[in-house]
């Protein structure tokens, strides 16, 4: 296991439960002290204003009604003084809650990033991509609400059970309307946190579809554009938000409910403490000092009982948005990684053959292999094989070890796998290429040819690209991916069409540079263009899946009318 230094981090080896109530109590043993930090504020925070009516009271009955300055004095400065705790924990415990708050929120985005990079493509099939979207968006936040709460629930229940102490000294009474009345008016409400959470749930779960929908067709817009489908989309959109309205509607009377409580349930206190505490008075059971203090503890319990109700709403909302990410949490990937099988990786020899048995393809090392078929997707599926980009076990072999057996980073370390379609994201230039320096992405624009479309992008080099590189030329765009798969430098680059959106000049001048630049490394072109064929140490014909021929393009052009129709489509 590892540890860091950095007190927020979680280490990288430790496993989040997969049940949201779980989930919340291992968030919260990973923070107990400033939990508890919170707690210690919160509690003499919350009790220096309780006993401020106490008191008060004293101060009258010993002070004005017994005519005593120095008592009247002292009690003053007891009121001070409690005003004084008063403001100094709650600066701390201020302080306390937002920090738990902020950590426990941080912590679950990071063990829940951790889980979308290790589960892969796999995530996206499980659940829509907006779901995620949301939940990095959102629940998040939410996930710390509970523990924002806590010093401030901690005191509420200290304060509530020392104001009922005081009472039942004071008049049986009265404290026994504190110690049975309270409890009873927040178990009521049991009716309406039930289905509050199967409300919040589901208008969360329509929110999270809305967002995939938005996500989707913003990905496809170009496309919707060209087919003269937008409002199609469109429509299907202002249905999807009517829902999420409708679903927010059904919400909001519970949610309503539940906010009207926070002001319903303290006012019913002040109404029945201070009744019966006014008929006592005047009955003589009590002095008029304890009648100002019993108001006095009536509008303090004002504080612990709508506490103990927002209690109750943060914790619901934190179980929704704990749902939503345990979800995400339980995504496995398409290929088990385990650390212990990080040793295998050294085994692996960048001098040795890549095999896959399912098609008989066979990359020689340090060879520029080039896989050929009337089918596209056959060839690609060959691609997606060696870099483990499907689910499933296709016993693909690397000098004896299957890559199946080996944890799936240490396969994405070395095989690198640009696809035919490959995507750009948004931010620095230098970060978008990666490498090491700029004379490696230098190097890497030079072999994909894709200068022209650095120097269109605004800073070039030092500027940023859009998003999708969506100010790019198809083009331009595929050679900017060919340069960020180059630049990697992997032991084996796996390359699926990419020179399909290029001219033929430019196609040729990636086709030399290309060989001379992986000279001596392993590359697999899939492709059918000749140009690239040309420079290509050797090519396999792949027909139904498995490879037919084998040879050099020339060679094969002569002698293999199959592969002659593929590569000339028909062509003399």
């Given at each position: 296991?590892?540890?860091?230094?950095?007190?927020?981090?979680?280490?990288?080896?430790?496993?989040?439960?997969?049940?949201?109530?779980?989930?919340?109590?291992?968030?919260?043993?990973?923070?107990?002290?400033?939990?508890?930090?919170?707690?210690?504020?919160?509690?003499?925070?919350?009790?220096?204003?309780?006993?401020?009516?106490?008191?008060?009271?004293?101060?009258?009955?010993?002070?004005?009604?017994?005519?005593?300055?120095?008592?009247?004095?002292?009690?003053?400065?007891?009121?001070?003084g409690l005003g004084v705790v008063s403001a100094v924990t709650t600066?701390?415990?201020?302080?306390?809650?937002?920090?738990?708050?902020?950590?426990?929120s941080f912590r679950t985005a990071l063990v829940t990033e951790r889980a979308v990079r290790r589960a892969g493509p796999a995530l996206t099939r499980e659940l829509p991509a907006g779901e995620v979207v949301t939940s990095f968006a959102s629940d998040f936040w939410r996930m710390g609400?509970?523990?924002?709460?806590?010093?401030?629930?901690?005191?509420?229940?200290?304060?509530?059970?020392?104001?009922?102490?005081?009472l039942?000294?004071?008049?049986?009474?009265?404290?026994?309307?504190?110690?049975?009345?309270?409890?009873?008016?927040?178990?009521?409400?049991?009716?309406?946190v039930r289905p509050l959470q199967r409300r919040q749930q589901a208008q969360r779960a329509e929110a999270g579809r809305l967002t995939s929908l938005g996500a989707d067709t913003v990905a496809g817009l170009r496309v919707l554009r060209g087919i003269g489908g937008e409002d199609a989309f469109l429509a299907r959109y202002t249905a999807q938000s009517d829902r999420v309205r409708r679903a927010g509607v059904r919400l909001s009377p519970l949610q309503a409910t539940l906010d009207a409580a926070q002001v319903l349930l303290p006012g019913v206190f002040v109404v029945v403490v201070t009744g019966v505490g006014a008929h006592l008075a005047v009955a003589g059971e009590i002095t008029p000092g304890q009648l100002v203090a019993f108001y006095g503890y009536t509008a303090f319990l004002t504080m612990p009982l709508r506490t103990a109700t927002e209690f109750v709403d943060k914790l619901i909302r934190t179980r929704v948005a704990a749902?939503?990410?345990?979800?995400?949490?339980?995504?496995?990937?398409?290929?088990?990684?385990?650390?212990?099988?990080?040793?295998?990786g050294a085994l692996l020899d960048p001098g040795a053959p890549l095999l896959d048995p399912a098609s008989g393809v066979v990359v020689e090392p340090g060879r520029l292999t080039a896989l050929v078929s009337a089918r596209p997707e056959e060839t690609a599926e060959v691609a997606d094989r060696l870099g483990r980009l499907l689910p499933g076990?296709?016993?693909?072999?690397?000098?004896?070890?299957a890559l199946d057996d080996l944890p799936l980073d240490e396969v994405r370390a070395r095989v690198v796998v640009s696809e035919a379609d490959p995507h750009l994201f948004s931010g620095p230039v230098r970060e978008a290429l990666?490498?090491?320096?700029?004379?490696?992405?230098?190097?890497?624009?030079?072999?994909?040819?894709?200068?022209?479309?650095?120097?269109?992008?605004?800073?070039?080099?030092?500027?940023?690209?859009?998003?999708r590189g969506r100010a790019l030329s198809g083009g331009q765009r595929q050679r900017v991916a060919l340069a960020r798969a180059l630049v990697r430098d992997p032991d084996v680059l796996v390359l699926v069409e990419p020179t399909s959106a290029v001219d033929a000049h430019t196609e040729a001048r990636i086709a030399e540079r290309l060989g001379a630049h992986r000279a001596g490394?392993?590359?697999?072109?899939?492709?059918?263009?000749?140009?690239?064929?040309?420079?290509?140490?050797?090519?396999?014909?792949?027909e139904d899946g498995r490879v037919t021929a084998s040879g050099r393009h020339h060679d094969l052009l002569r002698s293999h009318p199959a592969y002659r129709d593929v590569v000339l489509r028909g062509e003399d």
């Amino acid at each position: 296991m590892r540890h860091h230094s950095w007190p927020y981090a979680i280490d990288a080896d430790a496993a989040p439960p997969l049940d949201a109530d779980r989930l919340v109590l291992w968030l919260g043993r990973r923070q107990w002290r400033t939990l508890l930090g919170g707690v210690l504020f919160g509690v003499p925070w919350m009790l220096s204003v309780a006993l401020v009516p106490a008191a008060i009271g004293r101060a009258v009955d010993e002070g004005l009604v017994a005519r005593d300055p120095g008592a009247l004095v002292t009690w003053s400065a007891v009121i001070m003084g409690l005003g004084v705790v008063s403001a100094v924990t709650t600066n701390g415990r201020h302080w306390f809650a937002v920090r738990n708050w902020l950590v426990a929120s941080f912590r679950t985005a990071l063990v829940t990033e951790r889980a979308v990079r290790r589960a892969g493509p796999a995530l996206t099939r499980e659940l829509p991509a907006g779901e995620v979207v949301t939940s990095f968006a959102s629940d998040f936040w939410r996930m710390g609400n509970a523990f924002d709460i806590t010093a401030r629930m901690a005191g509420a229940v200290v304060s509530f059970v020392v104001v009922s102490a005081i009472l039942l000294r004071g008049s049986v009474l009265l404290g026994v309307i504190m110690l049975v009345g309270g409890p009873l008016l927040l178990a009521s409400l049991a009716l309406v946190v039930r289905p509050l959470q199967r409300r919040q749930q589901a208008q969360r779960a329509e929110a999270g579809r809305l967002t995939s929908l938005g996500a989707d067709t913003v990905a496809g817009l170009r496309v919707l554009r060209g087919i003269g489908g937008e409002d199609a989309f469109l429509a299907r959109y202002t249905a999807q938000s009517d829902r999420v309205r409708r679903a927010g509607v059904r919400l909001s009377p519970l949610q309503a409910t539940l906010d009207a409580a926070q002001v319903l349930l303290p006012g019913v206190f002040v109404v029945v403490v201070t009744g019966v505490g006014a008929h006592l008075a005047v009955a003589g059971e009590i002095t008029p000092g304890q009648l100002v203090a019993f108001y006095g503890y009536t509008a303090f319990l004002t504080m612990p009982l709508r506490t103990a109700t927002e209690f109750v709403d943060k914790l619901i909302r934190t179980r929704v948005a704990a749902r939503r990410v345990v979800r995400v949490l339980a995504v496995r990937p398409d290929h088990a990684t385990s650390p212990s099988l990080a040793a295998v990786g050294a085994l692996l020899d960048p001098g040795a053959p890549l095999l896959d048995p399912a098609s008989g393809v066979v990359v020689e090392p340090g060879r520029l292999t080039a896989l050929v078929s009337a089918r596209p997707e056959e060839t690609a599926e060959v691609a997606d094989r060696l870099g483990r980009l499907l689910p499933g076990r296709h016993g693909v072999c690397w000098g004896g070890v299957a890559l199946d057996d080996l944890p799936l980073d240490e396969v994405r370390a070395r095989v690198v796998v640009s696809e035919a379609d490959p995507h750009l994201f948004s931010g620095p230039v230098r970060e978008a290429l990666g490498g090491p320096d700029d004379a490696a992405r230098w190097a890497a624009v030079h072999v994909a040819s894709a200068g022209d479309a650095i120097e269109a992008i605004d800073g070039g080099m030092g500027g940023d690209l859009e998003e999708r590189g969506r100010a790019l030329s198809g083009g331009q765009r595929q050679r900017v991916a060919l340069a960020r798969a180059l630049v990697r430098d992997p032991d084996v680059l796996v390359l699926v069409e990419p020179t399909s959106a290029v001219d033929a000049h430019t196609e040729a001048r990636i086709a030399e540079r290309l060989g001379a630049h992986r000279a001596g490394r392993t590359t697999v072109v899939v492709t059918v263009s000749p140009l690239l064929l040309d420079r290509a140490d050797t090519v396999l014909l792949l027909e139904d899946g498995r490879v037919t021929a084998s040879g050099r393009h020339h060679d094969l052009l002569r002698s293999h009318p199959a592969y002659r129709d593929v590569v000339l489509r028909g062509e003399d």
